[in-house]
């Protein structure tokens, strides 16, 4: 990362502008992703996709989308690079956010292998941060196609916020039961206090969709769940859907600063080291 206090000029050699007046919409989004020091950024003509992945096992993406920008110019189809998410973070939290005060943003790319540049002003400050980009990785395809979604639930965040701080963190994987019949939609953990459940019924008021085509229970390692709750925590509706391999996906609906709405989403695939019978 290099920093200095000159703008950068001639806009026009870049391949990738994006204008922001608050910073804290991209890096509030960005933070819920934070779990690995790399991401790998995906620009298009929709706006950023963002990915985080973790272990070949789960992977996480932020979509902040065009419409967010004031200003959003790509002169080529699609950009990839993978870049120090750490350092992009420190970047865009330099002014440190203060309340009452909005950091203007603008990030700049010139093409395959330059840097990342971003120029950032608070109350006429201007601090411009260079950050290296490298050869992207090969992202994994979770292949999570509608057409094999089997069940699908959304809900208020709220509930599922305290039912995630209720679990018992001894317990190596987390359970998801979803039916048609009672109990609909059930958390377990089996930890050293013995099992824990949190049922949640679909005539509940949290519930604002429910559609569960055959009762389904999947198991999952709580440690590579624990990063979705970041996204849990700023998000007010989820959708948790399972695919016929017993892949879950939870998209999460993030409320900006400005009222605008961002989505997280994470895929977790199943633990294959238990048995594959569903808990009574």
Known sequence: MALSTQQPENDDRYVLLAKIDNARNVSNILKAIHFKESATVFASSMGFKVTVED?????????????????????????????????????LTI????PGESTSLKMCYAGYGCPLILVLEEDGVLTD????TLEPDEILDFNFCSTNVINKIIMKSECLKEAFSELDMSSDILQFLMSPDSPHFRLSTFGNAGSTHSDFPKESDMMESFQC?????????????????????????VSIRTDNRGF????????NEDGQVCFVEFYCAPDEDVDEGPEP
């Open 55 to 91: 272990s070949k096992c789960v992977q996480a993406n932020a979509f902040i989308q065009e419409a967010l920008f004031h200003e959003f110019v790509m002169k080529e189809d699609q950009i990839t690079f993978k870049i120090n998410l750490t350092v992009l973070l420190e970047c």
């Open 129 to 132: 941060c260079s950050i290296k």
């Open 95 to 98: 002014f440190g956010g203060t």
């Open 248 to 255: 879950l996906s939870l998209q999460f609906m993030i409320k």
């Open 213 to 237: 085509t055959q009762t389904q229970t999947n198991r999952y390692k709580i440690s590579l769940l624990k990063p979705s709750v970041k996204a849990l925590a700023l998000s007010t509706r």
